[in-house]
């Protein structure tokens, strides 16, 4: 069990979450009891939305930055993270009264969750002037899913704005995840992507 759950904690919380449910209940309880507790807390919140779902697929790593930041603040806080969300593809701007930065979502029931104001892609943020309001660079109008949307549907949106990832909200309006290209395409095509090594298009 200690060796499943390290190789579990390896593993994005998506996949050990498909992985354990595959598992008769009892064991998978105590491979979960065997995991650290962060990951072990993700994995156990995956797990609670359905198969297929925007919800099971999505990553609860991200990078967001307070609306009131400018282009410098974002870059000198990315540069500071003791570790950064992989693949980092948008920092996501929120109307929240915390540090400038975090990276890490905060969970559908955390009074830390984030109100998504827009998206900042990276290409923006590199060429700006480092003064610049974020809100001068950032999509306003940013496409979203819900945790309990189809997979599927997070791989239209993502096509039809050309986007490599989609934000999810949970019912109260606060951004909870992201479900990536990557992630929706391997819930689509799962043997394709296999055989590709899951190779990611970033």
């Known amino acids: 069990k200690e060796r499943a759950a390290d190789?579990?904690?390896e593993m994005s919380p998506g996949a050990a979450a498909d992985a354990l449910e595959d598992l008769d209940e009892e064991v998978a309880e105590q491979i979960i009891a065997s995991m650290a507790p962060e990951e072990a807390a993700e994995v156990q919140e995956l797990l609670g939305y359905a198969e297929g779902s925007a919800g099971r697929i999505m990553r609860t790593d991200f990078v967001r930055v307070r609306a009131t930041a400018t282009v410098g603040d974002a870059l000198a806080l990315l540069r500071a993270l003791p570790e950064v969300p992989d693949p980092l593809l948008a920092v996501y701007v929120v109307a929240q009264d915390t540090a400038p930065v975090e990276p890490r979502a905060s969970k559908s029931n955390d009074d830390r969750a984030v109100a998504l104001r827009g998206i900042v892609r990276l290409r923006s943020l590199v060429i700006a002037d480092r003064s610049t309001p974020l809100a001068e660079v950032m999509d306003h109008d940013t496409p979203t899913v819900r945790p309990a949307d189809r997979a599927e549907e997070a791989a239209r949106i993502m096509a039809e704005y050309n986007l490599l990832a989609v934000p999810v909200l949970n019912d109260a309006e606060r951004m909870i995840g992201?479900?990536?290209?990557?992630?929706?395409?391997a819930e689509l095509l799962p043997e394709i992507w296999q055989s590709r090594g899951a190779r990611a298009f970033v």
């Open 7 to 9: 190789i579990l904690e």
């Open 178 to 185: 992201i479900v990536t290209v990557d992630d929706a395409l």
